[in-house]
């Protein structure tokens, strides 16, 4: 009991410090000038809500379910997810708006199975993916003004030329680990974007590129409104792709060889892994699936700018992957929806729609604190699945 | 070899043999681990060469030297992959062959049936090692959780999955109960029965290294002190000499210098 009080005593303080500067004070605007008016009461109601919070907190054993769902059940939310999806523009609620959310979603979707590869599969933590996003966009948004080459043509391209974006990192990095790598893949995101923001000539710098042309389907092209169905599929599909593709690899050798990699590098150089290679290989595997989702991001969006391919969208991804179980396919897509789609159902808290977001993450962080879905299916079995 | 200053082994040289097993024994820091890892590419000597059967080792990466020499080792402190299943950490000691069958992943990724072949070949060979050591049952459970007597089979089981010539094993004694050390010792005679792979042991162990070992040599402070058959090392005064100390050679009888050497 006294523990509890305890703790709830450091948890207000720590309110009341952090709330003496965000809420203590005023800038009230008088005849006078601007004036600071103090506002002792909004720190006092800050140290009382965290303090009692936190007292109850503790005495609440927050339920730690297991989704320790057999191979099985799994398989089949995988395809229930995959068949709603499909099925999605078609669903009378379906406006188009949310299909145009569920793109956004889906994008997102797509970029966390990719980074999945690189950090949740070879444990190789990077927080410059967004620069291989920006390559495929770009590399498409260029193809088609300077060479006329059609989408379709552009897609293999951009992802062809993201994956070598993916070895030109690899090579620096290969002696990092850890912290250190997520410092210089850091790096290399901002230097991506600095030379986009000044090269000018090329990109247009600030002022981005517009006039992407629209994908069309065998000569096809389609009205807005049909469009924005088709790109919905278009990247359903894409997501499927990289999904299979992240499934496959996982069960054959260099898959495990990257979660062995993970696990103990030394031990892979005895046993006679290349850790060289592994490690370029998810770079290179990564950054592709990141190179198709940027390219149609610049098609969907018909303009692109620097703006698009900040640190925040790397972060996004990261937390993505982290949130939804670092490993777990289905996680990740319940994360992206989380992440990407809760801003936006929390328009309506207006100013306080971060604030909001931040409550919801905080509070599965404290509940499920290794990501929502985070069992490890193995990728070879003697015996029979449980 | 020289870390700066000092010079942790120099002039060592000695031969191993398939079905036999060489033990190295010596003092702490007597450079028995240093030994090892320049064998396998952890380290690169600062001079001298390393061959296996006419093969310098001393230009290859560590990686190239488990694959090409084919030399596999074991570590003084367990190294699994802790959150993969048991045969899954067998599996990936199989990653050379099944790489190449396939191609690169890409027949892997089609599905085709060379790699299909080859994963059940991969996995028979695991099989058969995981029979060998008692683990078939543990077969799909974390390596990780595994209790430590079982992860040190498990680590030699991987290490003898890359179907190696010679098998270097660091201290695989450590921290076992003195059943779980019976066990080892007469898998480690099992191997040398069967098996036509070379093995190293260093092991602090006496009963072990008495128990299985063919020849012995003995490190002290980098050098070689003495070479020979258990019972010739059990007698020699420079052995005796570098465990105890400058002390009385009479006064202490011969087998108390092998008890007491941990």
């Known amino acids: ?386 | 070899m020289r870390f700066g200053g000092l010079t942790a082994i120099a002039g060592v040289s000695f031969q191993a043999h398939p079905n036999q097993i060489t033990a190295i024994i010596g003092p702490n820091g007597a450079g028995k681990t240093t030994l090892f890892n320049c064998l396998t590419g952890f380290y690169r000597p600062s001079a001298g060469r390393i061959t296996l059967n006419g093969l310098p080792l001393e230009r290859l990466a560590d990686h190239q030297i488990a694959r090409q020499a084919r030399i596999a080792r074991t570590f003084q402190n367990i190294r699994l992959f802790p959150m993969m299943t048991v045969l899954e950490n067998l599996m990936v000691a199989r990653h050379a062959p099944l790489m190449k069958a396939s191609l690169f992943s890409v027949a892997g990724l089609l599905g085709l049936k060379r790699y299909r072949d080859a994963e059940a070949d991969a996995i028979e060979v695991a099989r058969r090692w995981l029979d060998r050591f008692d683990l078939t049952a543990f077969a799909d459970t974390e390596a990780g959780a595994l209790p430590h007597g079982k992860q040190r089979h498990l680590e030699i089981a991987r290490a003898l999955c890359t179907d190696p010539v010679l098998l270097c094993l660091d201290e695989p004694a450590a921290g076992l109960n003195p059943r779980e050390t019976a066990e080892l010792t007469e898998r480690l005679a099992d191997l040398r029965r069967t098996d036509d792979i070379a093995m190293l042991l260093i092991e602090h162990d006496m009963s072990v290294v008495m128990g299985v070992s063919d020849h012995i040599v003995v490190l002290d402070h980098g050098r070689k002190i003495a070479e020979g058959s258990p019972f010739e090392i059990k007698r020699d005064p420079a052995v005796i000499r570098a465990y105890l100390g400058e002390t009385d050679d009479e006064a202490l009888p011969p087998d108390v210098a092998g008890d007491v050497a941990c």
């Not at chain 1, 793109?103 to 199975?113: K, N, R, S």
């Not at chain 1, 042309?213 to 278009?234: M, N």
């Not at chain 1, 495990?256 to 005895?270: F, K, P």
């Not at chain 1, 309506?348 to 729609?353: I, L, V």
Request: aromatic fraction near 12%.
């Open chain 1, 1 to 386: 009991m006294l523990a509890r009080l305890k703790s709830a005593l450091l948890a207000g303080l720590a309110a009341a410090l952090l709330g003496l500067p965000l809420l203590g004070f005023r800038l009230t605007d008088s005849a006078t000038g601007l004036s600071l008016a103090l506002r002792p009461w909004w720190v006092a109601a800050a140290f009382g809500v965290v303090m009692a919070g936190r007292f109850v907190m503790d005495g609440l054993r927050l339920p730690d379910i297991q989704f320790q769902a057999p191979h099985d059940i799994r398989r089949q939310a995988g395809l229930g997810l995959t068949l709603f999806a499909a099925l999605l523009p078609l669903l009378p609620f379906a406006g188009r708006n949310v299909v145009d959310m569920a793109t956004m979603v889906l994008i997102y979707v797509m970029l966390g199975w990719g980074l999945n590869i690189v950090v949740g599969l070879a444990g190789l933590l990077d927080l410059g993916f967004v620069a291989f996003y920006a390559v495929g966009a770009y590399s498409y948004a260029l193809f088609a003004q300077y060479f006329h080459l059609s989408f379709w043509i552009c897609l293999p391209l951009a992802g062809m030329l993201a994956a070598l974006f993916g070895l030109v990192l690899g090579f620096p990095v290969l002696r990092l680990r850890g912290d250190y790598l997520a410092i210089v893949t850091l790096g290399f995101g901002e230097m991506i974007r600095q030379v986009l923001l000044n090269w000018q000539s090329l990109t247009g710098g600030p002022r981005g590129l517009s006039g992407i042309p629209r994908p069309t389907l065998f000569g096809v092209t389609f009205t807005p409104e049909a469009r924005v169905i088709f790109l919905y599929y278009v990247i359903l599909g894409l997501a499927l792709m990289v999904n299979l593709l992240a499934l496959r690899l996982r069960r054959l050798p260099i898959g495990r060889a990257w979660e062995a990699l993970r696990e103990d590098e030394i031990a892979c150089r005895s046993l006679g892994l290349n850790p060289t290679l592994l490690k370029l290989s998810a770079f290179a595997t990564g950054a592709m699936c990141a190179g198709l989702a940027g390219s149609f991001f610049a098609t969907r969006q018909g303009f692109i700018s620097p703006e698009s391919f900040t640190f925040m969208e790397s972060a996004v991804i990261l937390a993505i992957v982290v949130l939804g179980g670092m490993g777990s396919q289905i996680g990740i897509v319940l994360a992206a929806v989380l992440l990407v789609g809760l801003p936006e159902w929390f328009r309506e808290f207006q100013q306080y729609r971060m604030l909001a977001f931040g409550i919801v993450m905080v509070l599965i962080m404290l509940w499920r604190p290794s990501g929502l879905l985070s069992a490890r299916a193995p990728s070879i079995r003697l015996g029979p699945a449980p």
